[in-house]
């Protein structure tokens, strides 16, 4: 199976729970299990939320773009903005790393979406934004 | 997001229902707080049982609720998290400082 869905959401938090619901509902088609789809709902969350998060300090009408891909047992989900970029991106996905521990952010996102998708890329330019890649094989399941 | 705070006897037990992420963070710290702060029991757990998603946001909840319920001398407790939800707070070491109960 090919398919393929991109979306554009205003850069709120109140987004992040509608547009990881529409990517796991668009992923059921490769008969995930139930903990293959909760691991793809918490990496959406985490990859989105750090976009809206930290993308733009400085406020204003923000947009993030998200785009999936399914191609055969592959799903490839795309979550991009045009924010500040990533400085260090080998200290941002470092386990409990945050530049915003005075929010209580955890700085566990990173180390989620590596530990429940296949493969991870990031790519991040200064004042361009960033782009979240990441890559998940759904080996067909017979949970239900 | 709802949080329903049971009182019995020397216990608080939060009910976490519903999903846990960046949006309905301001108003879940705000009730576990306000909660914690009236607090004159020894005992404090986060049921989870309702809890249908949870973030790393959540994480980040669970490790400033612990400190200030260190701070006043309470023990702190998880209970009935799902199996999705137990896999990230051991990813996350949350169980090093935590106890599980059920």
Redesign the interface.
């Known amino acids: 199976m090919n398919n393929q869905f991109r979306m554009k959401i205003k850069a709120l938090t109140e987004n992040v729970a509608f547009t990881r619901s529409c990517i796991s509902a668009f992923c059921v088609g490769l008969n995930p299990s139930l903990e293959q789809l909760d691991e793809i709902k918490t990496s959406s969350s985490e990859a989105i939320t750090n976009a809206i998060v930290h993308a733009y300090p400085t406020g204003g009408d923000n947009f993030i773009y998200v785009e999936v891909r399914i191609e055969d047992t592959n799903l490839t989900i795309i979550v991009e903005d045009e924010g500040v970029g990533i400085e260090d991106i080998s200290q941002a996905i470092q386990p409990f790393f945050t530049t915003k521990a005075e929010e209580e952010h955890s700085g566990m996102g990173f180390t989620l979406i590596n530990s429940f998708m296949d493969k991870v890329d990031i790519i991040s330019t200064k004042d361009k934004g960033t782009k979240i890649v990441m890559q998940k094989n759904i080996v067909e399941s017979t949970n239900v | 997001m709802k949080i329903e705070i049971m009182h019995q006897p020397n216990m608080l037990i939060a009910c976490l229902d519903g ?1 846990l ?3 309905s ?1 301001v108003s879940v ?1 705000e009730k576990l707080d306000r909660a914690i702060d009236l607090a004159v029991v020894q005992n404090f757990i986060f049921d989870m049982s309702r809890l249908t ?1 949870m ?3 959540g ?3 669970l ?2 609720r612990y400190k200030k319920l260190k701070a006043k001398g309470m023990c702190i407790y998880i209970a009935h998290p799902s ?2 939800i137990d896999r ?1 707070l051991k ?2 070491g949350i169980y090093t400082i935590i106890n599980k109960i059920a």
């Open positions: 999903e992420d960046e949006y963070a710290r998603f973030d790393s946001t994480i980040g909840i490790l400033g199996p999705h990230i990813t996350a």
